[in-house]
């Protein structure tokens, strides 16, 4: 009887195991309509819209992959030929440092340019993005007259990493490297940046124009071709700079000249 229970349990052992069942994928575009809830894979195969009044959550580990395209959007509710992320409503990522939100591209063609436009947020108030990572985007995070709530996030490889063209977002102890440009606060701007580390861009690290008056906590500017580049009356105390190959440019003071 013992033999024959051994003889089954090896022909159990020898069987083939079932093939567990590839992760499902779910296609996303078009115009979000009330709330959607994004989790797991995610192909992003279009322009997504959050218009007002419409909410797009997204769960903690989500993985966006983004298809790129070609195609030229004539749509006047988009800002790019690119496949982009707009928001206009309000958008909840809840990234968690073991399982961030994580946005990049399925590739990048035979030039090297970003293959997408990357996030938009216009005119959003009610916001919070945290533990998020954005890579080879045109632009990371574009932040349009919006007061959003950031922290945790990972820019890079991005052409310009973090654009904040008016409004007072919160930003916290987020990295932004490896692009073109790495933040730039513009039109009268008032964004509270506080633990930002802001390395290896091959142009400014921080730029400042002179409408605009961030709250400069602290931030760490490296490896940068220019560290910071700002008005005379911008304070850099609560900055550190290292290794960057122009540490500060200063804005002359004449009218009509921009950084």
Request: aromatic fraction near 4%; charged fraction near 15%; charge should be negative.
């Amino acid at each position: 009887m013992r033999l024959v229970v051994v003889l089954l349990l090896l022909l159990a052992a020898c069987a083939p195991q079932p093939v567990p069942a590839p992760p499902v994928v779910q296609e996303v575009s078009g115009v979000v309509q009330g709330e959607l809830s994004l989790s797991g894979d995610v192909l992003l195969v279009g322009d997504l819209l959050v218009p007002h009044g419409s909410r797009l959550v997204i769960t903690a580990g989500t993985r966006i992959t983004v298809q790129p395209t070609d195609a030229t959007k004539i749509d006047p509710e988009f800002l790019s030929s690119q496949i982009e992320l707009l928001v206009r409503g309000s958008l909840q990522i809840d990234g968690t440092e073991s399982a961030p939100v994580i946005f990049r591209p399925a590739g990048q063609g035979d030039s090297g340019d970003p293959q997408w436009a990357g996030i938009i947020l216009d005119g959003v108030t009610d916001s919070s993005l945290r533990y998020l990572q954005v890579h080879g985007a045109d632009t990371g995070l574009l932040l349009v007259a919006t007061d959003a709530f950031i922290t945790e996030a990972l820019i890079t490889g991005c052409r310009y990493g973090l654009v904040v063209q008016g409004g007072s977002p919160q930003i916290y102890n987020s990295q932004i490297s490896g692009g073109e440009g790495g933040v730039f606060v513009w039109n009268g701007a008032q964004p509270l940046l506080d633990n930002l580390l802001v390395a290896d861009n091959a142009e400014e690290g921080l730029s400042i124009d002179r409408s605009s008056q961030p709250q400069l906590i602290s931030g760490r500017l490296e490896r940068n071709a220019i560290g910071l580049v700002a008005a005379t009356s911008v304070s850099v105390e609560t900055l550190q700079f290292s290794a960057n190959h122009e540490t500060i440019r200063r804005l002359l003071p004449v009218a009509g000249v921009q950084p």
